[in-house]
Structures are given as structure tokens and as C-alpha cells.
């Protein structure tokens, strides 16, 4: 089976950079997404990273360490839109074959 | 264009009721999905269809009956719904099949479903 493991809920103000961090647990490891999820709407892709290392998207960054099952997810110059739950998941095996396994998610607020 | 659509946005119905949820992709993807989210929790996985043949059931109770009339439908017949199974259904798709290495999942705005 997979486990991940992500903060419930953190705070950081506006302009600010905050790091979510997500510790998984799986075979086959073959993948790990963030997505941001607006309260009531659908799941929005931030990233893919399945190498050890970091990749940049405009303010949103991921990392990604296999040998530990870790990855972060850092937004930078906070904005009061960010303010959201962001979810990591994972690609591996469970049940006999591949699939995505979603983590509770982090919600964070930001504050002025 | 990474648009998935759902219809209906909202539906509720009785526990004797028969409805269907939709979903509709032109992105030409060819693995799509049906996910059930509880307030709160994260998306559980309930079906995957892979190049429209269902390769994946989450041992979802029958009251739930997937359909993939071709590569860019997928729909899902409800029937005798319990309370419980009020939630947010999403629909998502992703250009390969899940053992591919590049399927990042697109999501549709989800229906809302209320049993009562």
C-alpha cells in the first residue's frame, strides 16, 4: 500500500514564502504531484517530479528526495489567492498496480 | 486546452432515484477517472478507464456503474444511493494509462451530489 504523510493546516503572510512538506511511503515509486484545491472546486496541477532534485515553475517550486520518500512544495511572494489546500500524491503500487494515491492535504492560510 | 467538463454542477436525489453523471475531455487523452471526495479528505480513487476498457475498480458497491461510451466520454449511473454517498465526484484524464510515467491528471469541476 502507499503512505503520505503532509501537515494539516499551516498559516504564513502574504509576501511571505512558505514550504509544505510531504514525507510517502510506497513500492514502485514512479511519480510525485502537487495540487492546489480551492475549497468547494476541483484539484489543479502545481508540478510532477519524479528525479531527485528541484523544478521551478514561476513562484511555485518542487523538490524531490527518493531516497528519503520526501518532497516539498515552496511558494514564494505569498498572495491572498494562494490561500488553499495543496495536496501531494503519489505514483506507486497498490492492490497489483499503479495508481495515484492522494495525501489529506495541507491547508494553508494566508494572512495580510 | 486542459478542460475536462462535468454535468450536472449540482444534483440532488432520492435513494430510489436512477441519474447519471457526466464527463467529457477533448484533449485526447486516453486514460479518465472517476474520484469521490468527502468534505475535508483528500480524492479516493473509484475507476479508471484505460483506452475505454475499465482497468481499474476501487471495489466500488455496484450502486455505482461506470460507462466509457468512447475516448472522450465517461459517464457514471447511480442508483439506490445511499446518504453516505453524498460527496463531490471528479472526473479527471490523463493522456496515457496509469503505468505510464508522464499521466499528470486534469480534473473537471465536479458535481455535487446530495442523496437524501
Known amino acids: 500500500g502507499q503512505n503520505i504523510d503532509q501537515p494539516t493546516e499551516m498559516t504564513a503572510t502574504e509576501g511571505a514564502i512558505v514550504q509544505i512538506n510531504c514525507t510517502y511511503q510506497?513500492?514502485?515509486?514512479?511519480?510525485l504531484f502537487w495540487y492546489q484545491q480551492h475549497a468547494g472546486e476541483a484539484p489543479t496541477f502545481l508540478s510532477y517530479?519524479?528525479?531527485?532534485g528541484l523544478e521551478e515553475k514561476g513562484r511555485f517550486s518542487s523538490f524531490l528526495s527518493r531516497s528519503k520518500g520526501y518532497s516539498y512544495l515552496l511558494l514564494k511572494e505569498l498572495q491572498m489567492k494562494d490561500s488553499a489546500s495543496y495536496l501531494c500524491?503519489?505514483?506507486?503500487?497498490?492492490?497489483?498496480?499503479?495508481?495515484?494515491?492522494f495525501g489529506t492535504g495541507t491547508k494553508l492560510q494566508v494572512i495580510p | 486546452d486542459t478542460e475536462v467538463t462535468q454535468t450536472p454542477k449540482h444534483l440532488v436525489m432520492g435513494m430510489t432515484n436512477k441519474k447519471s453523471l457526466k464527463c467529457e475531455q477533448h484533449?485526447?487523452?486516453?486514460?479518465m477517472y472517476w474520484y469521490k471526495q468527502k468534505a475535508k479528505k483528500p480524492p479516493e480513487l473509484m475507476f479508471v478507464?484505460?483506452?475505454?476498457?475499465?482497468?481499474i475498480n476501487e471495489s466500488v458497491p455496484s450502486r455505482f456503474s461506470p460507462e466509457c461510451p468512447n475516448s472522450s466520454l465517461l459517464n457514471l449511473h447511480l442508483h439506490a444511493l445511499q446518504p453516505e454517498d453524498s460527496a463531490l465526484y471528479l472526473c479527471?484524464?490523463?493522456?496515457?494509462?496509469?503505468?505510464?510515467?508522464?499521466?499528470?491528471?486534469?480534473f473537471g469541476p465536479g458535481t455535487r451530489l446530495t442523496v437524501l
Open positions: 479527471a484524464s490523463s493522456q496515457e494509462d496509469p503505468g505510464g510515467a508522464t499521466d499528470t491528471q486534469y
Open positions: 510506497t513500492s514502485g515509486f514512479n511519480g
Open positions: 517530479n519524479v528525479l531527485d
Open positions: 500524491a503519489v505514483k506507486g503500487y497498490s492492490g497489483g498496480y499503479q495508481k495515484v494515491t
Open positions: 484533449m485526447g487523452h486516453r486514460a
Open positions: 478507464y484505460s483506452y475505454e476498457k475499465l482497468s
